[in-house]
């Protein structure tokens, strides 16, 4: 069965520096995709970025940016310059591949916080 | 483009009463899902609809929860006669396609508290 990992709970990081939050994953599929959802104090899920299985490059969008290795099936969020406002809960998701479903299967979470 | 719509963004039930709750997907979405988000957990997933079909519900329990689509309108998550293990907050979601890069993007959560 799909599953994702992660395994840190909470992580600390100081303002302006970089942070890796991990996930890992397990899929017998070979088609697949993988997310990053932020979820702040007010609840709401905003889209972070996304890695395709097929795709070559590592996923970037601003200062996210997506470690993708599919032999280790590891798809860790690279924050760099962390900001204030970075502090949140942050989820991994992946989607099944193929198949008459588009369901996400989400991790735990990884609640970070953002030090002055 | 205005984003997810879901409303009430928070919901007091008292147990044995029915809970509704609401989704509009984003302009030019056909694809809604729900997913219920328990304390101090992740999202589950709940149920994938297209308009006036049910995709895949294998999420849902089984019992005095419905989900519809309809042609026109929002996207309804119904619990009959809730309880207060019902209490969680939850997401609707909506993409454009089913297949390919189609990224879900949420609305804001209803919370649902049963007292």
């Known amino acids: 069965a799909q599953k994702i990992t992660q395994t840190q709970p909470g992580m600390f990081v100081q303002e302006k520096e970089a942070v890796t939050l991990d996930c890992t994953y397990d899929?017998?599929?070979?088609?697949?995709?993988l997310f990053w959802y932020k979820q702040p104090s007010s609840g709401e899920m905003i889209f972070l970025i996304y890695?395709?299985?097929?795709?070559?490059q590592n996923a970037t969008e601003g200062r996210y940016s997506l470690n993708f290795q599919k032999a280790r099936k590891s798809a860790n969020l690279v924050i760099s310059a962390s900001q204030l406002g970075d502090s949140a809960m942050y989820f991994c998701?992946?989607?099944?591949?193929?198949?008459?479903?588009?369901?996400?299967?989400f991790g735990t979470g990884t609640l970070l916080a953002v030090q002055p | 483009n205005a984003g997810v719509m879901q409303n009430p963004r928070h919901l007091v039930r008292r147990r044995g009463q029915e809970a509704r709750l609401r989704c509009s997907p984003m302009k030019g979405h056909s694809h809604v899902y729900w997913y219920r988000q328990l304390p101090e957990e992740g999202l589950k997933f709940m149920v994938y609809l297209q308009k006036e079909n049910i995709i895949d519900e294998s999420g849902m329990p089984k019992e005095r929860f419905s989900a519809e689509f309809p042609k026109e309108g929002p996207s309804i998550l119904r619990i009959q006669q809730v309880v207060r293990g019902d209490s969680a907050a939850y997401f609707c979601?909506?993409?454009?396609?089913?297949?390919?890069?189609?990224?879900?993007?949420f609305g804001p959560g209803t919370r649902l508290t049963v007292l």
């Open positions: 998701a992946m989607r099944e591949g193929g198949g008459a479903t588009n369901k996400l299967i």
């Open positions: 890695q395709g299985s097929y795709d070559e």
């Open positions: 979601a909506s993409s454009p396609l089913r297949q390919g890069t189609d990224t879900q993007y």
């Open positions: 899929t017998s599929d070979q088609s697949y995709g």
